[in-house]
């Protein structure tokens, strides 16, 4: 948070995190802290051990999504419902360098559980986030990734492995990631939705064993975010 450049509205914190760091503690506006005693903390938070700190934070401060000239790479995570696998996405995105992210439904990137995982990412990268039925979100989201398609943007979904598919998706290293690019995760257990595949069908996939059936959501960022990354960084020198 600190380095997003956001202040919190409030910081609860122990006495005992108040001596183990007193270098940090500096960085903070004085008026913003508050000295609790462990139990009110623990009673004040979700986590079973807490540190000793806890911030509230203005939703206000949140970066909402707003289309920039600029931004080149999107990701869309379709109804990624686990805390931990959003959390861990949005840390991935924002070391890889995502503009922005499109979440269609899943689990809320301001919950306690999401902002932990994704240890302050979520502060730092823009994201919109669609809501209603499922096939409105799918629609609004659709519509979304049209007028990105329309201003130039590759779209590509993941796909399983499958090596004896008539239409086997390209390894990820073989497409072109100087171009402004849309990436798409698929939910945990059901993928990427019917309708999104259809109206973009160009795929991708991360080549593995055959004793593996398939691969963790969060695990298939790593490779695929970082791989545009090295692209972007190498085609730059």
């Known amino acids: 948070m600190l380095k997003s450049g956001n202040s919190p509205s409030k910081i609860l914190v122990t006495e005992k995190w108040l001596k183990k760091n007193q270098n940090l503690s500096k960085q903070f506006d004085e008026s913003l802290l508050t000295l609790v005693s462990e139990e009110v903390l623990a009673s004040a938070i979700s986590t079973v051990n807490p540190d000793g700190i806890a911030a509230l934070v203005e939703i206000s401060s949140i970066p909402n999504y707003q289309f920039n000239s600029n931004d080149d790479f999107v990701l869309v995570l379709d ?15 924002l070391a890889a360098g995502v503009d922005a992210i499109f979440l269609a439904g899943g689990a809320h990137p301001l919950s306690q559980k999401v902002l932990r995982a994704s240890t302050g990412a979520v502060f730092n990268l823009p994201f919109q986030r669609y809501e209603g039925t499922e096939e409105e979100i799918i629609n609004s989201l659709l519509k979304s990734l049209s007028e990105l ?31 402004s690019t849309v990436l798409i995760l698929g939910n945990e257990g059901r993928g990427i939705h019917k309708k999104i595949q259809e109206a973009f069908n160009e795929t991708i996939t991360i080549p593995h064993s055959e004793l593996v059936e398939s691969l963790n959501v969060a695990c298939v960022a790593v490779p695929l975010l970082l791989e545009r990354k090295r692209v972007a960084y190498t085609s730059n020198k």
């Open 79 to 93: 109804r990624i419902q686990d805390p931990g696998n959003m959390g861990n996405l949005f840390r991935t995105a």
């Open 149 to 179: 398609s329309n201003e130039g943007f590759k779209i590509f979904s993941t796909s399983s492995f499958n090596k004896s598919s008539k239409n086997p998706s390209k390894p990820y290293w073989e497409i072109d990631w100087t171009k």
